[in-house]
T-cell receptor, first 116, second 113 residues
Framework: GAVVSQHPSWVICKSGTSVKIECRSL??????MFWYRQFPKQSLMLMAT?????????EQGVEKDKFLINHASLTLSTLTVTSAHPEDSSFYIC????????????FGPGTRLTVT | GENVEQHPSTLSVQEGDSAVIKCTYS??????FPWYKQELGKRPQLIID?????GEKKDQRIAVTLNKTAKHFSLHITETQPEDSAVYFC????????????FGGGTRLMVKP
């Protein structure tokens, strides 16, 4: 149990276009989902925390109008990178937590975004 | 907020030797400390975790120790194997900031056969 999927696994887009990444908890309901960005040979940097049915909480320095997060159901959260630029190219990973009392987070397989 | 420091950034050991990775954290309220293994291009996978009410936990060749007073915790891998080669991340749960995890910078472990 506790499987998280992401789609797509990789995407190439042109500069100026928008890209949507989906994160799904397949066999459990996730009240909270987290979005991370990971540059090559670096650690995971939290971008935002999303709770089902409410607005996402963004970390300092992350533009909420550029990285749109929607958590419309207990099994799905989406991250939309708007007007993507080459510097947005990165590995985006989501994770999901069952509820506020849960310690463990379950990670998705990641989405590699390349902006040309 | 929480700040997690991890050392060393790279570690090379001979197969069969032990490997130790150390992390320090800043928030004394943190109460959950997981370790993740990440292979290139893949998701982080939880390998072991420890809560603040325990000082040590072991799972076969992997062990984690926690010193709450000093605010540091360590990962110990014994009898290393080539398949242990990966990047390892420690993390701490920041209970004052929405229960989110803060990650260390990572350690690239290379086990030479």
């Amino acid at each position: 149990g506790a499987v998280v999927s992401q789609h797509p696994s990789w995407v190439i887009c042109k500069s100026g276009t928008s890209v949507k990444i989906e994160c799904r908890s397949l066999d459990f309901q996730a009240t909270t989902m987290f979005w991370y960005r990971q540059f090559p040979k670096q650690s995971l940097m939290l971008m935002a925390t999303s709770n089902e049915g409410s607005k996402a909480t963004y970390e300092q320095g992350v533009e909420k109008d550029k990285f749109l997060i929607n958590h419309a159901s207990l099994t799905l959260s989406t991250l939309t990178v708007t007007s993507a630029h080459p510097e947005d190219s990165s590995f985006y990973i989501c994770s999901a937590r069952r509820d506020a009392t849960s310690y463990e987070q379950y990670f998705g397989p990641g989405t590699r975004l390349t902006v040309t | 907020g929480e700040n997690v420091e991890q050392h060393p950034s790279t570690l090379s050991v001979q197969e069969g030797d032990s490997a130790v990775i150390k992390c320090t954290y800043s928030d004394s309220a943190s109460n959950y400390f997981p370790w993740y293994k990440q292979e290139l291009g893949k998701r982080p996978q939880l390998i072991i975790d420890i809560r603040s009410n325990v000082g040590e936990k072991k799972d076969q060749r992997i062990a984690v120790t926690l010193n709450k007073t000093a605010k540091h915790f360590s990962l110990h891998i014994t009898e290393t194997q080539p398949e242990d080669s990966a990047v390892y991340f420690c993390a701490a749960k920041d209970t004052n900031a929405g229960n989110m995890l803060t990650f260390g910078g990572g350690t690239r472990l290379m086990v030479k056969p």
